[in-house]
């Protein structure tokens, strides 16, 4: 599932521990006058942050707009929070509170770099990626060098498959530790597995990860290192590190991407205590997990389940959104809750023509391989391979269609 959220923080960098991180990432950049110098406001993890909740219901738009204009930085806090909140319940409305938000800026080409980086990022949710990238590059265009509007081209082009452009980006961003991060997950993509594990192992070794002040961040790069062992098919380091992720507090990006590992281990009952406790009302995301987890596991509830999270798509359908927000979702819902597997090839296929991240190939290849269409795994297969990407996980699904 695709996220990109924002959760800031302040981050000190002291000079020889950045020159150290940049050495590992081969770039240069900005050094900071001393160790007690804020380089930045940045995203301490640019997916799966822990929520932000704040509470909008009962306030009027008039009220939300009168104190976004008092204070850009609430108003900007209060955005993260709920387009933290519309990902992580796959609940669309709460964009829109993110929207109302930040509304008396809209059209403003003078508005607080971090509140057009939001209007970009609600952009992206929408999956404009044109839109957002043209927004982040007005922000980069006023503030040349904004570390969080780089960063976030960056994940724009690695969702989107461009792992060069997204290398170059990466290389841009002033603050060493992001960058380094930046660069190892391309690595990784890449099946340059060793190199990225170095250079996570390095990040994750330096003092500002350790300790409750260092616990988001580590968990940030815990979670990428539990990702890139997945993709590399090492499954006990993965499992491990997904462990010791998830030590770190609660999360519903890395509880949801474990379950997912869980699933694919077929153990059901683990990944079962992990989503019900998830906040409810249940977002997408845990319901469909949940509806496969109850199905594979021949529960009594699975089609109580099944029927809420057709309705749901249903609904995404008529809104117009079920391929460009929700496509990953619905094929993965089409083929493993439904057994519609033909029907989820079609909408697997129209979603990577959006996004491009692991699942989505994984997907699209699992519905292949539930359809028994051959021709369609031989697209996917050819997908990674023309952007560079390499995962464990797509070889075993092809090797094991040619071996039939």
């Known amino acids: 599932m695709y996220k990109l959220f924002f959760m800031t923080f302040r981050i000190t960098l002291p000079c020889l521990l950045l020159a150290f991180v940049t050495h590992a990432a081969h770039a240069a950049p900005a050094i900071p006058a001393s160790d007690s110098t804020v380089v930045e406001h940045l995203p301490a993890r640019l997916v799966g942050m822990p929520r932000l909740l704040r509470d909008v219901a009962g306030k009027s738009s008039g009220d939300v707009a009168a104190a976004a204009r008092s204070s850009p930085e609430a108003a900007a806090s209060r955005a993260r929070s709920m387009l933290d909140e519309a990902h992580d319940r796959g609940d669309p409305r709460y964009a829109g509170y993110a929207l109302a938000a930040i509304a008396p800026w809209k059209g403003d080409a003078d508005a607080p770099a971090p509140i057009a980086i939001l209007f970009a990022t609600l952009a992206q949710y929408q999956h404009d990626f044109d839109g957002s990238r043209q927004m982040l590059e007005a922000v980069l265009a006023r503030s040349p060098g904004d570390p969080q509007a780089t960063l976030t081209l960056a994940t724009i082009a690695r969702v989107q498959g461009r792992y060069a452009d997204s290398d170059a980006r990466c290389r841009e961003v002033s603050v060493g530790i992001y960058q380094a991060a930046c660069l190892a997950e391309n690595m990784a993509l890449r099946g340059q597995a060793d190199q990225g594990r170095k250079v996570v192992a390095t990040l994750l070794a330096l003092p500002q990860t350790q300790g409750a002040t260092g616990a988001s961040l580590r968990q940030w790069l815990t979670t990428t290192l539990a990702e890139l062992e997945e993709r590399a098919g090492n499954d006990a380091a993965a499992d491990a590190a997904y462990r010791t992720a998830l030590g ?87 083929f493993a809750v439904e057994g519609d597997a033909k029907g989820a090839v079609a909408v697997a296929r129209d979603n990577l023509k959006i996004q491009k991240e692991p699942a989505d190939f994984l997907v699209m290849a699992e519905a292949a391989r539930a359809a028994g269409d051959a021709a369609a795994l031989r697209e996917v297969d050819a997908q990674a391979k023309a952007i560079g990407l390499v995962d464990r996980r ?3 699904i092809f090797s094991r269609d040619a071996a039939r």
């Open 248 to 334: 770190l507090g609660r999360d519903s990006y890395l509880s949801l991407d474990y379950v997912d590992f869980l699933i694919a281990h077929q153990r059901y009952a683990e990944a079962e205590a992990l989503l019900v406790v998830e906040p409810k009302p249940y977002g997408d995301g845990v319901l469909l997990r949940l509806a496969i987890v109850q199905k594979d596991a021949k529960e009594s509830t699975a089609k109580e389940l099944a029927a809420e999270l057709h309705d749901r798509f249903e609904a995404a359908k008529e809104r117009g959104d079920a391929i460009s927000i929700h496509g990953r979702e619905l094929a993965r819902s089409m």
């Open 394 to 396: 797509l070889s075993l």
